[in-house]
């Protein structure tokens, strides 16, 4: 049976391995929701810094075109100007003369150019770049005026733009009448320089140059810092190639200089708009601008010119939205993952709290199984183990630890076999027909802690749980059992009166001892003892004095001889005698000897001296016989050899003595002879009513006289009487007596019935009726007076004949009874056929029968009546019986209570009385 503790432990595992697995999942949901964010991060990025390419160039084309189609416009205007011959020759008038109405004509000829565009105004400088007359705005045209270009321009006969430069100025600003002097102004200006020819012939010499102040917050400043949306790092500026460095044009944002020819050559590993362009290089790039920021920046050659112009915004703007992205993207995945694991860890919990409920569910069935095992065993009467499938005991009831007498803690120590007297074998055996069964029985004996034994009946059986099986053994203490087993057994086996073995047990020992005399080559030597005249001690001095004889002289045989030997009570006064593993005859000789002197010493009862002779016959095996029968019928035969050589001797058996020439055959003639020297006498039971202890009649029952044995008892002679046929003399002899006897006693007591015994072979005979009938006529009595007893055997061998006979003996008027009936084995069927008047109870029911038990008794009694037949009780011994067999219904009893079988005279003497209740 697995411990709770163990149950825990996977319990536990389990648990973990659950935790584990859950982890796992966690993780993989958390790779899984990083890499797919990746993934759309990088997608993002991709399509983010593509659009922001394509726009980017965009911008810059269009403002390219924009500043292009500007620069175009006015240079055309610049070139329209300088064409006009009208106003060149004004100009080279001027030039030589300078007269105010020349002068004017310029002025007037300049104004319009002037108007319409968004010049401050337009400048007239001679050939060495001095500026001789201007028109527009009064500027101080020193500071408007970059010589740098203006030199160029003339020198290379070129239009030319120059940069965007700074002007201050000092304005005096009126306000409400108060001056406010010296407020500093800063204002951009670039100059656009064309050259002029005399004619407007770029081949004839130059006469000056027309410089317009242009005001580029009109429009390139505008253009260049306009962005389609609101952004803080985008910019565009424009810039002119000069050598290998680069003229920004217009101002920057961020620019922290106001230098505008800045150095292009970038740090190692940086590429910058600039650098690109002094490689000439256009189009949209990832760089770093002035400020070594990292940006997307595009380049676009303005048509016609040697304008850049640069578009370029921080990559950190552009990548914003990406960063946007990534942040809801993190934020959502983060909120996924800790929405995720927060139901995980729900479910987690949820799952747990089941799981515990289980268990503590299976926990509590548990105690609850082995509470009721408990309960069942706990105050058992037997002893109950618990035992797994390796035998070990693992529980037992207060019971078994009583009788093992164990602690309960040594007790679980032990195997199941370990307390039992089994071999090893036996245990196998056992334990594998458990297997099969389902349950086993057996008997065995056990051991407790003292080493003692005790004999159990051990009932096994598997229990199944729901983890494994176990068995349940319960033992039964059967030492009662067990003892009056043995008790029955030696009851078999034992003569009564002295202990010692019966005829029953010899005969077994005696075949042992003729089987292992043949395999040891020796012999075994069988002695029949038989006392001489011990018949009369009985006769005279009554049966008790004989059976302290007999006793006495058991108890002195028994310590005589070795262990090895038997002595048996054999008969009435016969004693064998087994002696094994015998060499020598002459041993048998000695010991012969010895157990005649034993029985010749004296016995001492109430002070008198007994003296007693025996006489011996002998038979060996395996000489004279190996078979049991033979060997004890030989021993008798030499012991009547004994007796007939003048007793007190013993006779070895010869193959001469034959058997019949023995002690039957001696009966046999005596007894033939017994009825012609008047041996034999009829004694009188006395048949009576219970309740008043009336003599209402008598059976008769053969006495044999003998000479020498004395009284011998019917038992012993009418089955001999019976076999020789000498029975149908000596039975018509005695139903002639007795009825000679009745109607003697008819005198007195004209209703006094005799029943007669009727034996077997008196029932075969053809002339019983006739000789019955014969008999009655001679002696004068009633049929109606006369009862034949017969034996229940005797009807069931042949019923119709048996019913045929019965029929013609009632028809003589006698009646019928059944002798000792339950003993046999009589048909109940059958019964209601035979024409019979009364059933006899045999004595051993009325003998066994109690208060509480009266058994077969009653139910012989209630059938009796049922078939209305009379019932009479035999054997009654004393009160009890009589008191017991009225109040059941039965009326007359004979027995030992009222009188044994007596002589005639005395039973004369009975029929006196009124009554022979031994009371009154
Ligand atoms: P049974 O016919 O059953 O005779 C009754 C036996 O019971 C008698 O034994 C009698 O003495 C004995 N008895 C009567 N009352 C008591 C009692 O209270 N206690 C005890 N212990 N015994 C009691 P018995 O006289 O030794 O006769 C033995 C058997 O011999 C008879 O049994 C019967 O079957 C047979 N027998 C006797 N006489 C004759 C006879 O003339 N002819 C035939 N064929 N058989 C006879
Ligand atoms: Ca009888
Ligand atoms: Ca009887």
Not at 696 to 720: C, V
Not at 829 to 852: A, G, Q, T, Y
Not at 863 to 873: F, Q
């Amino acid at each position: 049976m697995a411990s709770p503790a163990d149950h825990h432990d996977t319990a536990h595992h389990q648990q973990s391995n659950g935790k584990l697995i859950l982890l796992l999942v966690f993780f993989c949901l958390t790779m899984l929701v990083c890499l797919s964010a990746a993934i759309f991060y990088d997608y993002q990025k991709k399509t983010i810094s593509e659009a922001a390419q394509v726009n980017l160039t965009m911008l810059t084309n269009l403002k390219a075109r924009q500043v292009g189609h500007w620069r175009h416009e006015r240079i055309i205007h610049a070139q329209l100007l300088t064409a006009n011959r009208d106003l060149l020759d004004s100009i080279a008038l001027f030039i030589d003369q300078r007269t105010p109405d020349r002068a004017n004509h310029i002025i007037q000829s300049l104004t319009p150019a002037l108007s319409d565009s968004e010049d401050h105004a337009i400048v007239l400088t001679d050939a060495s770049g001095l500026p001789i007359l201007s028109v527009g705005d009064n500027i101080n045209l020193k500071a408007h005026i970059d010589p740098e270009p203006l030199v160029t321009a003339l020198d290379r006969h070129e239009v030319m733009f120059s940069k965007l430069f700074h002007v201050h100025s000092n304005a005096t600003i009126h306000h409400h009448g108060h001056s406010h002097a010296d407020v500093r102004t800063t204002h951009v200006h670039m100059n656009l320089i064309a050259p002029l020819y005399r004619h407007g012939d770029p081949a004839q010499e130059i006469l000056g140059a027309l410089i317009f102040i242009i005001n580029p917050e009109h429009f390139l400043v505008p253009l260049m810092s306009s962005w389609p949306v609101p952004s803080p790092s985008a910019e565009s500026v424009l810039v002119r190639k000069v050598d290998n460095k680069v003229l920004r044009l217009t101002p920057t944002r961020h620019a922290v200089s106001h230098e505008m020819l800045v150095s292009v050559k970038p740090p190692e590993g940086y590429e910058t708009p600039g650098s690109r362009i002094t490689e000439e290089k256009e189009g949209v790039f990832l760089g770093y601008d002035y400020r070594r920021v990292p940006v997307l920046a595009s380049i676009k050659k303005v048509e016609n010119s040697p304008w850049y112009l640069v578009a370029k915004i921080d990559k950190k703007e552009v990548m914003a939205p990406l960063f946007r992205i990534a942040t809801i993207e993190a934020v959502t995945a983060i909120m996924f993952l800790a929405a995720a694991s927060i139901m995980m860890m729900l479910w987690w919990r949820r799952q747990q709290a089941l799981y515990q409920a289980s268990y503590y569910q299976q926990q509590l069935q548990h105690q609850m199984l082995s509470q009721r095992f408990d309960n069942l065993t706990r105050f058992a009467n037997d002893l109950v183990l618990l035992v797994d499938a390796q035998g070990q005991i693992i529980d037992a009831n207060e019971r078994a630890l009583d009788t093992y007498g164990y602690p309960e803690d040594e007790l679980k120590t032990f195997k199941l076999k370990d307390l039992c007297d089994l071999s090893q074998q036996e245990c196998d055996l056992f334990w594998e027909q458990l297997k099969v069964e389902q349950g086993v029985r057996f008997e065995t004996m056990q051991f407790r802690q003292d080493g003692s034994t005790f004999p159990v009946e051990i009932n096994a059986r598997w229990i199944d749980l729901d983890r494994g099986h176990l068995v349940q053994a319960i033992i039964r203490d059967i030492s009662e059992r067990k003892a009056a087993e043995d008790q029955l057994v030696h009851q078999a086996y034992h003569d009564p009166l002295t202990g010692l073995p019966n005829r029953l047990l010899i005969s077994d020992r005696l075949k042992l001892a003729i089987a292992k005399a043949r395999r040891h080559k020796t012999q075994a030597v069988l002695l029949l003892l038989d006392l001489d005249r011990f018949k009369n001690i009985n006769d005279t001095l009554g049966h008790a004095v004989g059976d302290r004889i007999l006793t006495t002289l058991a108890q002195r045989m028994q310590e005589t001889l070795r262990d090895t030997d038997t002595v048996a009570r054999f008969g009435g006064d016969e004693f064998l005698v087994l002696l094994e593993d015998i060499r020598e005859l002459s041993d048998v000789v000695s010991l012969a000897q010895k157990l005649s002197d034993l029985v010749s010493q004296p016995v001492l009862i109430d002070g008198e001296e007994m003296c007693l002779t025996t006489s011996v016959g002998i038979s060996v095996a395996p000489e004279d016989s190996i078979e049991v029968d033979k060997l004890i019928r030989f021993a008798d035969t030499a012991m009547y050899r004994a007796k007939e050589k003048g007793r007190n001797n013993f006779q070895f058996y010869t193959p001469d003595m034959n058997a019949h020439a023995g002690r039957r055959l001696q009966l046999e003639n005596n007894l033939r002879k017994a009825l012609q020297r008047q041996e034999m006498v009829v004694y009188y039971q006395p048949q009576v009513e219970m309740d008043t202890g009336r003599i209402i009649g008598s059976e008769a029952l053969l006495r044999w006289m003998h000479p020498e044995h004395g009284l011998i008892s019917p038992n012993d002679f009418i089955p001999l009487a019976e076999e020789t046929g000498v029975i149908e003399e000596i039975g018509a002899w005695a139903l002639e007596q007795a009825c000679q006897q009745t109607v003697a006693w008819q005198k007195n007591h004209p209703e006094l019935k005799i029943a007669v015994n009727l034996s077997a072979r008196q029932f075969r005979n053809e002339n019983l009726v006739d000789d019955i009938e014969q008999i009655l006529n001679k002696t004068g009595l009633a049929a109606r007076h006369l009862e034949m007893e017969l034996t229940e055997s005797l009807l069931m061998e042949d019923v119709d004949v048996a019913i045929d006979l019965m029929n013609r003996l009632t028809k003589l008027g006698i009646t019928l009874a059944i002798d000792d009936f339950g003993t046999g084995y009589s048909s109940l069927s059958h019964l209601n056929r035979f024409p019979i008047d009364k059933l006899k109870i045999d004595r051993s029911f009325v003998n066994s029968m109690s208060l509480d038990n009266s058994g077969i008794a009653r139910t012989i009694i209630t059938l009796g009546r049922t078939l209305g037949l009379s019932i009479i009780a035999e054997g009654v011994e004393n009160n009890e019986q009589r008191q017991l067999l009225l109040q059941l219904g039965c009326p007359q009893a004979q027995g030992y209570y009222f009188s044994r079988p007596v002589h005639d005279n005395a039973f004369s003497e009975m029929l006196e009385k009124p009554t022979i209740l031994p009371n009154s």
